[in-house]
């Protein structure tokens, strides 16, 4: 295995916001209080300073009985009782996506292990814990998955299981149907650990939140990553005081995020999530949906509705302490539940994550007096052998595949002109910028204003040679069938659907071709003080 990193400046869409938190510009130190190396302020955080020892052992005894559930190995359950002595988290998590979902759930979890290594060789004992969010209620995200067969070509497998419109993914019953797309799968995945891991945790009976949880538990067995699902009623009963919180200063908590938004778009960056005035942090489950808890200011006092139901402030924290199991909080107010739950070194995630992080800060110190830092996740394109035999042949690199399979064909075709035509074409181009390089030495000379002329003329006799040499490659093209396929094959691996292979391919994929030991290359090759983007290179 080899690995060369790619900064995210040459990754699309990369925000302003994310690549300035990685390198901690001064601009964005406002909303992030750490950078994004551990190393620097590992030692100086102290989460279980305000972190009870009564939430502890009552946390650690529901997560040992959630674990044992989902068959946790005796790494996990080691885990589990570093964590009730005193031990802190490297928190991560994902939504409970079919069949693990995309790849990087599994880098993350990676990511999780090796940033809780570290603070441990640090003399900070950390533990890493995997959020699962079956409290989200897009059923639309989590209820497909792309996997590769050996064709290259990736295939959509989706699951028709659902309940109730609006309802917490990680409640969902798989049905029957689940059989035949987990043979599918089984199928595209071929003989392998990975394929008998998938028939034995998605089958008719299990949730979507317990099928991923059992698969986690088998995949990261090795590395004792903690299980978290926070659909737990016990979950909710330790959890009360922060949905209190979010009601009870609900109008604070709203002015700070306003604020905050202003204070982020004053400084060129965007907000992740649109926080209105009658904005609140709660979800609340209403037959079976959950549904956002909105905040209407009436007169001198407040009232609250829950999808077309009208409460009064009472009313609703009075719901709150009988039924907080009832409750759960947005994607602003998650961070301070989970960290009013752990008593969490660090937060490790994707931009998107990070960009709620730069909102949530103001929620942080109201209701924890204190703001979790957080960490990027790994990132990764994995080649495989037969795509890297193809970017060899054609001398080609990740970032030629991130304009489109059409470009990537042209360039081939650029690539395997006739000897002599592209000899032809070198000789041009090398001429060309010798003739420009001496007239514009000669006209330097004669008169030094009409340089700027000659370079313009320079730009579009460039500009007609490039276009020649295009045209070149497009015949090419047509002459040549195997183009476009190779181009297709490398396009669906490493960049499908015009995005990074590792937000769109399933990471069982992988895992099912080179073994669930890959998850053990991997780690080694993640570096926690690297923020780039990792393309690597599978033997």
């Known amino acids: 295995m080899k690995s060369h990193c790619l900064p995210f400046s040459q990754i699309p869409h990369t925000t302003q916001l994310f690549s300035d938190y990685l390198s901690h510009t001064p601009k964005v ?7 994004a190396n551990l190393t620097e302020w590992v030692r100086e955080e102290n989460p279980g300073s305000h972190y009870s020892q009564d939430r502890r052992q009552q946390v650690s005894a529901i997560l040992e009985r959630q674990n044992r559930a989902f068959q946790a190995s005796a790494a996990t359950l080691a885990n589990l009782e570093r964590l009730r002595k005193g031990a802190v988290a490297v928190v991560t998590g994902q939504q409970v996506g079919l069949f693990g979902g995309p790849a990087f759930a599994l880098y993350k979890a990676l990511t999780a292990v090796k940033l809780a290594e570290h603070a441990t060789s640090a003399g900070v004992e950390a533990v890493p814990v995997f959020w699962l969010a079956t409290n989200d209620h897009d059923l639309a995200e989590v209820n497909h998955v792309w996997l590769s067969g050996a064709d290259g070509v990736p295939e959509l497998l989706t699951t028709s299981s659902r309940g109730r419109e609006d309802a917490p993914v990680g409640s969902i019953l798989l049905g029957p149907e689940m059989e ?85 778009e004053a400084a060129g960056y965007h907000q992740q999530v649109k926080v209105t005035s009658s904005s ?48 759960s909080p947005n994607v602003l107010l998650r961070p301070i539940v989970q960290d009013h739950l752990l ?20 929620v942080y110190e109201a209701l924890l007096g204190h703001v979790t830092p957080i960490l990027p996740r790994y990132s990764a394109t994995l080649i495989e052998p037969k795509e ?34 592209q000899a032809a074409f070198e000789r041009a181009h090398s001429a060309l910028e010798k003739s420009i390089g001496d007239l514009n030495d000669a006209l330097q000379k004669l008169d030094p204003t009409l340089v700027e002329a000659a370079t313009g003329a320079a730009t579009k006799m460039r500009y007609q040679l490039d276009r020649l040499q295009s045209r070149a490659a497009s015949a090419q093209l047509q002459r040549e069938e ?58």
Not at 309 to 327: G, N, Y
Request: net charge negative.
């Open 29 to 35: 130190q406002a909303f992030y209080p750490r950078s």
């Open 388 to 421: 890297n035999s193809f970017l060899e042949k054609y001398r080609l690199q990740l970032p030629d595949l991130f304009h489109g399979v059409d470009a990537v064909e042209e360039k081939i075709a650029g690539r395997i002109l006739p000897q002599d035509l």
């Open 482 to 539: 195997t183009i476009a396929r190779h181009a297709a094959r490398l396009s669906h691996a490493l960049f499908p659907n015009k995005a990074l292979q590792e937000r769109e391919i399933g990471g069982i994929t992988y895992l099912a071709r080179h073994g669930v030991e890959l998850l053990h290359d991997l780690c080694t090759v993640i570096h926690t003080d690297c923020h780039d983007h990792q393309v690597v290179v599978l033997d």
């Open 343 to 362: 008593p969490t070194l660090a937060y490790t995630g994707g931009a998107a994550e990070v960009a709620y992080f730069a909102q949530t800060g103001v």
């Open 180 to 264: 035949e797309v987990v043979q599918r799968a089984a199928g595209l995945l071929g003989e392998s650990d990975a394929a008998r891991h998938l028939l034995e945790t998605y089958r008719p009976g299990e949730t979507l939140g317990s099928a991923f949880a059992r698969l986690m538990a088998r995949l990261f067995a090795d590395f004792g990553v903690i299980l978290l699902d926070p659909c737990d009623l016990e979950f909710g009963k330790v959890a009360q005081p922060i949905y209190r919180a979010a009601i009870e200063r609900a109008s604070e908590l709203d002015e700070a995020l306003l604020e905050r938004g202003k204070a982020l």
């Open 280 to 327: 609140t942090l709660l979800f609340a489950i209403q037959g079976g949906a959950r549904v956002p808890v909105h905040r209407r200011v009436n007169g001198g006092g407040e009232q609250f509705t829950i999808d077309a139901e009208k409460v009064s402030r009472e009313e609703l924290l009075q719901r709150i302490a009988d039924r907080p199991h009832e409750f």
